[in-house]
């Protein structure tokens, strides 16, 4: 008896120094990430959200990742699936004709507003507007058709619990979740950084309705016409969506880099002044941040989860 206890001791005592020592030669790489990043933000006047994931290797970081934020356009991903969910269940035709009206409308980005009342448009048309250019009255149209309810049913059916539109942009349409007296304070949209990421690796490999469908939504958020924050200064091929409030900058980004597939999603709040330029400190340290994350988050680093 004395034997085996001894015997079981000496696992125990083995296995606990293997992942001592493990953890010691993980630590210096993810240390060093994780400084870079918290040196990068410390004189940021705001709070920062970010979650990334190299796909090649599986390794991860996160700086409040997993903390509910504000979406802005980005929830318009969410949109975009159930459109494509929509078309490929039957239940809707890329052909199917949305009229622009003045309950659609709504300004800040995109160019529907300046165009008149009555114009027939597809389903299709409405949903690349509203990718690519993030139109607002473009996505009005899309969720008048689908609605907002549908949209996060949609989230429900793909495992992302988190992510949730409340209304349409602006006001109306309000969604089951956007009539809780807590979600108000997200406006549009909300979401944990993790789960855009899981969306974006979702797409990635093929996950989110079909391979084709998947595939087909990437490309579409790989012809997005804003690079301000996330592949600012790269050529990195990548598929995003950006999204953008008076004090909030946030981008979700598939990048193609050299060292993997890096997923990201980086929200900025709580900025200090209004400030609409591309060149807004926001979207400067995010597109900092991404070079840091795509560096950091490669074949030879440690693992970050």
Not at 134 to 162: C, E, H
Not at 185 to 191: H, N, P, S, V
Not at 218 to 223: N, T
């Amino acid at each position: 008896m004395k034997t085996r206890i001894a015997l079981l001791s000496l696992l125990v005592a083995s296995s606990l120094l293997v992942s001592s020592t493990s953890r010691a030669q993980n630590s210096p790489n993810a240390q060093t990430l994780d400084a870079r990043v918290r040196a990068e933000i410390a004189p940021f006047r705001g709070k920062v959200y970010l979650f990334a994931k190299n796909l090649d290797t599986g390794e991860t970081y996160s700086f409040n990742g997993d903390e509910r934020v504000k979406t802005a356009s980005t929830i318009k991903i969410a949109v975009m699936i159930e459109a494509f969910a929509r078309v490929a269940e039957g239940r809707a035709k890329w052909t199917d004709e949305l009229v622009l009206t003045k309950a659609a409308r709504y300004s800040g980005s995109g160019i529907l507003p300046e165009l008149g009342d009555g114009l027939r448009l597809t389903l299709r048309d409405c949903v690349n507007l509203m990718m690519l250019i993030s139109d607002n009255t473009a996505t009005n149209m899309v969720l008048d058709y689908l609605t907002t309810d549908a949209v996060n049913a949609r989230m429900d059916s793909i495992g992302i619990k988190q992510t949730r539109i409340m209304r349409r942009v602006g006001s109306g349409g309000d969604s089951k979740e956007g009539k809780l007296e807590e979600n108000k304070r997200f406006g549009l949209g909300a979401t944990t950084p993790h789960e855009m990421v899981q969306i974006m690796e979702k797409l990635d490999r093929g996950e989110v309705i079909s391979q084709a469908a998947s595939k087909e939504m990437l490309d579409l958020m790989k012809r997005e016409q804003a690079r301000y924050a996330i592949g600012r200064t790269t050529s990195d091929p990548m598929a995003s969506k950006y999204g953008a409030l008076d004090r909030l900058r946030s981008c979700v980004a598939l990048v193609y880099s050299k060292k993997g597939r890096v997923a990201m999603t980086i929200t900025v709040d709580e900025m200090p002044e209004v400030y609409w330029s591309v060149d807004n400190p926001g979207y400067l340290l995010m597109s900092r941040l991404s070079l840091i994350l795509t560096d950091g988050l490669n074949a030879h680093s440690a693992s970050l989860r």
